[in-house]
T-cell receptor
Framework: GESVGLHLPTLSVQEGDNSIINCAYS??????FIWYKQESGKGPQFIID?????DKRQGQRVTVLLNKTVKHLSLQIAATQPGDSAVYFC?????????????FGTGTQLKVEL | GAGVSQSPSNKVTEKGKDVELRCDPI?????LYWYRQSLGQGLEFLIY????????KSGLPSDRFSAERTGGSVSTLTIQRTQQEDSAVYLC??????????????FGEGSWLTVV
């Protein structure tokens, strides 16, 4: 079936190091892939998205890479800070036939160690 | 408002009672979504409203769950005869909905429901 899933449930990194959070997907018809950050007790916060016809997009301290050949998505966070500690979700969206709604993976807990 | 507003932020209810959760989307957003998040889990799609179109109810887990959106703005999610497995965070989100565009979907802080 269609799904968006994550490789690792927990990722621990040292402050200042780069973080890489991975996500695998199975739906080739996805138009957009999106990363959300969710801090404890809060709603998901949009980080960055990438259209399916792109393979890289950069934001502030974050980069998303898309490899459609192996259906793999990653979020890279540069110089990870304590405030980056959260659960990160990848999600996919189809603009036609998908109703503009998001399908989420189960999340990766990022822990930043001082 | 500046963001998606949800109320109540926390609700404890007895098994068998009905609950109503409210969502006020970002002004001007025509698309509104409800998701459910159980403890330590991902987000599960429940229902999607887009303008005056018929809502996509494909994610509602049972006929005890219903939602409406009045006047194209505020939405209410109703859970009838609540069960303990309904305990979760109910998240509302909204977006502009322009066909062919990747409009960002913004989430509220959620309504934490505990059924005892």
């Amino acid at each position: 079936g269609e799904s968006v899933g994550l490789h690792l449930p927990t990722l621990s990194v040292q402050e200042g190091d780069n973080s890489i959070i991975n996500c695998a997907y199975s739906n080739s018809a996805s138009d957009y892939f999106i990363w959300y950050k969710q801090e404890s007790g809060k709603g998901p916060q949009f980080i960055i998205d990438i259209r399916s016809n792109m393979d890289k997009r950069q934001g502030q301290r974050v980069t998303v890479l898309l490899n459609k050949t192996v259906k793999h998505l990653s979020l890279q966070i540069a110089a990870t800070q304590p405030g980056d500690s959260a659960v990160y979700f990848c999600a996919e969206k189809r603009l036609t036939g998908g109703g503009n709604k998001l399908t989420f993976g189960t999340g990766t807990q990022l822990k930043v160690e001082l | 408002g500046a963001g998606v507003s949800q109320s109540p932020s926390n609700k404890v209810t007895e098994k068998g009672k009905d609950v109503e959760l409210r969502c006020d989307p970002i002004s001007g957003h025509t698309a509104l979504y409800w998701y459910r998040q159980s403890l330590g889990q991902g987000l599960e799609f429940l229902i999607y409203f887009q303008g005056n179109s018929a809502p996509d109810k494909s994610g509602l887990p049972s006929d005890r769950f219903s939602a409406e959106r009045t006047g194209g703005s505020v939405s209410t999610l109703t859970i009838q005869r609540t069960q303990q497995e309904d305990s979760a965070v109910y998240l509302c989100a909204s977006s502009l909905a322009v066909a062919g565009s990747g409009n960002t979907i913004y989430f509220g802080e959620g309504s934490w429901l505990t059924v005892v």
